[in-house]
Nanobody, 124 residues
């Protein structure tokens, strides 16, 4: 599956931004996730849906501020980000996999398919 992430940009602290991840095929059978990687840091989990329309799960650092959603008809997953902070600055990646089990949806190595990333920069 090919993944195309978009929607990044440069915003001020407190602003909102919505990322999109369009998949080249049906997303329903796949775990779909967002990760991010700040400069000089390891890639970290942000949010995900488990396979087959499973429930959403979030990193503690974004809970209550970010919302992952999906449009199965459009094969697209979204990440609505609100109350953005400078520490949210990173390249955001979407990931997908049909074989990701529930216990691995938060793990980078749980996914074999990655989008190209979209930069989010938050200024204070």
């Amino acid at each position: 599956v090919q993944l195309q992430a978009s929607g990044g940009g440069s915003v001020q602290a407190g602003d909102s931004l919505k990322l999109s991840c369009a998949a080249s095929r049906r997303i329903l059978p796949m775990a779909m996730a967002w990760f991010r990687q700040a400069a000089g840091k390891e890639r970290e989990f942000v949010a995900a849906f488990s396979r087959n329309n499973g429930k959403a799960t979030y990193a503690d650092s974004v809970k209550e501020r970010f919302t992952i959603s999906r449009d199965n008809a459009k094969n697209t997953v979204y990440l609505q980000m609100t109350s953005l902070k400078p520490e949210d600055t990173a390249v955001y990646y979407c990931a997908a996999d049909t074989s990701t089990i529930l216990s691995r949806v938060r793990q980078v190595d749980g996914y074999h398919n990655w989008g190209q990333g979209t930069q989010v920069t938050v200024s204070s």
